[in-house]
């Protein structure tokens, strides 16, 4: 069955960085595009940023364009988000899931991030 696990938030203050992974399994990753999102407390779940399956084409938010890059290593099954100047409002549960432009997946537990000084 498909199982997406992601890891690497944590408790850091603004400006600061975190790497995200998300390691997936029970479905062929190297053929399926994948995503992160991530819901803030009182807020609707919000797509963050896209990749393709071969990881040519990307796509993100206006509110982390030039602080977020997505990636995957389709060799370890796992997609990545790097986020660089964090920022408070940064503030959420992140979560990867497949597809490009909507969730085709259930929602695994995520990785809470929180940006605090």
């Known amino acids: 069955q498909v199982q997406l696990v992601e890891s690497g938030g944590g408790l850091v203050q603004p400006g600061g960085s975190l790497r995200l992974s998300c390691a997936a399994s029970?479905?062929?990753?190297?053929?399926?595009?994948m995503s992160w999102y991530r819901q803030a407390p009182g807020k609707e779940r919000e797509l963050v940023a896209s990749i393709t399956s071969a990881g040519g084409g990307t796509k993100y938010v206006d509110s982390v364009k030039g602080r977020f890059t997505i990636s995957r290593d389709n060799a370890k099954n796992t997609v990545y988000l790097q986020m660089n100047s964090l920022k408070p409002e940064d503030t959420a549960v992140y979560y990867c899931?497949?597809?490009?432009?909507?969730?085709?997946?259930?929602w695994g537990p995520g990785t809470q991030v929180t940006i605090s000084s």
């Open positions: 029970g479905f062929p990753f190297r053929y399926y595009d």
């Open positions: 899931n497949i597809g490009y432009t909507r969730p085709i997946q259930g």
